[in-house]
């Protein structure tokens, strides 16, 4: 499987693996609860009925993972400080131990600063979230900022949007539809003075993490055309173009709250860099009339759209289509669609679900994605990292602990939460050692 051994890959590019605070730490007592605790605990949320009140443990085993990733030889590591902890007595003597242990064994840190755990006591219904964030940001800052040079503000405002104040199938169980547009204009503004605060505390390096998914319209139709364009905007160019260009797609920008003119000035600060998670691409067409599936849940009937489903490709166990060349277009869609106004790019997520240790899904999956991350870059785009998507088994939000995306195999059962690196942890470490 996957024998040939990768392209190369231009000098000095980050190689990591990435995790969130939220999926791994555990250690919940040791910090004020977010939004997340509390989803957790309504019946029925979450698909295995588990919480993260444990997790991996990282909290207690954080030396085991920087173990594994100067392991795979990986030179940086994605991780993201948990606001909440942040707040807690103590709790950023953990991320200072974290990017200690990090550095000496040689791997960069790379933290993201909101994954999604919010402070149960806020809501990014209010702008004053915003202002939070910044404050809660340049304390981070004053603390490991001598250390650390590359950050990372938001995780995925589009997601966090959607699925957790659109949809209510994450946290804080929302289900506000088009209402839910107020959230990301906060989260773009909060990344925005993010960015501020952090330049003005020294940082050199700063990034955002963002999902894209090309959209793919069912046909050449002009009802399907249009519904996947509406699609790309609310997933895609609502939260990629006020961040490069400065301003919201048509139709948007009079749907969001407050002065956004001037608050466009503020989500559009220059970024060092532009990150990507991308995972697969979606297929979408006119409304059906009937609720269609986007991954393992329903969205509702009544949208001016509907998801398909990707046939003729292979399915990871989340169902998510296995289609490399998304990637390709992703980031030549990018280039093409933002010009010079696209700093050079990092993919800071991609990866696969899969159970058991001997992952051949996984290596094949990690190659083709490897290749056609490579062939972007042949094409022009400047690319300078990749992150797995994780480096162990996790939380996976509201499917808890059933989907696998780890390098590593976690025994959500032992006490000490086992890792067992897989068969794709020692495909991807050789593969790196031939990068050298
Ligand atoms: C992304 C999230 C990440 C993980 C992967 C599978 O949307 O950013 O936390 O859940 O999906």
Redesign the pocket.
């Known amino acids: 499987m996957a024998a040939d051994a990768l392209p190369p890959f231009p000098p000095g590019f980050l190689w990591g693996a990435?995790t969130?605070a939220h999926?791994i730490e555990g250690a919940v007592d040791a910090r004020g609860p977010s939004v997340w605790d509390v989803f957790e605990a309504r019946p029925g949320v979450i698909r295995d009925g588990s919480t993260a009140a444990v997790a991996c443990d990282s909290f207690h085993r954080h030396r085991e993972d920087v173990a594994l990733l100067a392991g795979l030889g990986m030179n940086a590591y994605r991780f993201s400080v948990s606001w909440p902890r942040a707040d807690s007595p103590g709790g950023l003597d953990h991320y200072e131990r974290l990017v200690d242990d990090l550095l000496a064994a040689g791997v960069r840190p790379v933290p993201t600063l909101f994954?999604?755990d919010l402070p149960a006591s806020l809501d990014w219904l209010d702008r004053d979230t915003a202002a939070r964030f910044a404050e809660y940001v340049e304390r981070v800052a004053a603390r490991l900022g001598d250390r650390v040079h590359t950050w990372i503000t938001l995780?995925?405002p589009a997601?966090h949007t959607v699925l957790g104040h659109a949809l209510g199938v994450h946290a804080p169980g929302r289900t506000l539809l088009y209402d839910a547009l107020p959230v990301a204009h906060h989260q773009l503004l909060a990344h925005g003075l993010a960015v501020r605060a952090l330049r003005a505390a020294g940082a050199t390096d700063v990034g955002i993490?963002a999902?894209h998914s090309p959209t793919w319209p069912l046909t050449g139709d002009e009802a399907d055309l249009a519904a996947a364009d509406h699609y790309d905007v609310l997933m895609n160019r609502a939260f990629s173009d006020p961040l490069l260009l400065g301003r919201y797609p048509e139709g948007l920008e009079q749907l969001m709250p407050g002065d956004v003119a001037a608050d466009l000035e503020v989500v559009s600060e220059r970024l060092d860099w532009y990150g990507v998670?991308y995972?697969a691409p979606s297929l979408v067409g006119a409304p059906t009339g009937e609720k269609s599936a986007y991954g393992t849940f329903d969205v509702p009937a009544g949208l001016p759209f509907a998801l398909h489903e990707i046939e003729d490709r292979p399915r990871t166990a989340?169902g998510w289509p296995v289609v490399p060349e998304g990637l390709t277009q992703t980031l030549t869609g990018l280039r093409d669609r933002y010009g010079d106004r696209l700093p050079p790019v990092m993919i800071t997520?991609n990866?696969c679900?899969y159970p058991g240790l001997d992952d051949q899904e996984r290596i094949a999956y990690l190659d083709s994605h490897l290749r056609a991350l490579h062939r972007a870059i042949e094409e022009g785009v400047d690319v300078r990292g990749y992150f797995v998507?994780?480096l162990l088994d996790n939380y996976?939000?509201n499917e808890g602990y059933r989907?696998r995306?780890g390098l590593v195999h976690v025994d959500f059962d032992s006490p000490e939460r086992t890792r067992t690196p897989k068969a794709s942890y020692a495909w991807l470490r050789d593969a790196l050692r031939a990068q050298r």
Request: charged residues 20%; hydrophobic residues 25%; negative net charge.
């Open positions: 990435s969130s999926q994954h999604w995780n995925e997601e993490a999902s998670n995972y989340f997520e990866g679900s998507w994780s996976e939000w989907q995306f």
